[in-house]
């Protein structure tokens, strides 16, 4: 009689499925963890910039890149819930929670708000509407599936 499989490729292979993944995008705590997440990965990119180079613009970009990767992640979460409207509530909040440490960790980081750090003002404020226009956009792709399901 074979053994079962322990270890690495046991949970590997549980995390995989499909009810695994479903689970996690019902838990109501769901869009938080993706917020303190990609909180760490700002600290994490943040460091790594500023230990690289010791030039705002690179600061200002591992924020933005932050940012956009965010945007991206949780369009993808967005497809795969079922209860939208409750999630995007919750995205939403825990978003502008992520902006909110973002913005206070760059400030930590840059020592305040330099002269040369007002120029990336305006691209931070497309990105956080660009977060706002993807769920916009995942709204209309679930309306358009719906009727397809329907037809």
Not at 114 to 124: G, S
């Amino acid at each position: 009689m074979a053994e079962p499989k322990q270890g690495y490729d046991v949970v590997s292979a549980h995390m995989l499925k499909e009810d695994f993944i479903q689970r996690g995008l019902k838990d109501d705590r769901f869009p938080f963890r993706v917020s303190a997440a990609f909180s760490l990965l700002a600290l994490f990119l943040l460091l790594l910039a500023s230990l690289a180079a010791d030039r705002n613009e690179m600061l200002m970009a591992a924020g933005g890149t932050d940012l956009l990767l965010y945007l991206l992640a949780n369009a993808i979460f967005s497809l795969g819930v079922h209860e939208f409207e409750r999630f995007v509530k919750r995205s939403v909040l825990a978003y502008l929670i992520h902006v909110v440490i973002l913005s206070g960790l760059l400030y930590l980081f840059l020592g305040g708000l330099p002269e040369d750090a007002r120029e990336v003002l305006p691209v931070y404020g497309a990105l956080i509407m660009s977060f706002f226009l993807s769920v916009g956009l995942v709204v209309l792709i679930r309306q358009v599936l719906s009727i397809l399901r329907e037809k």
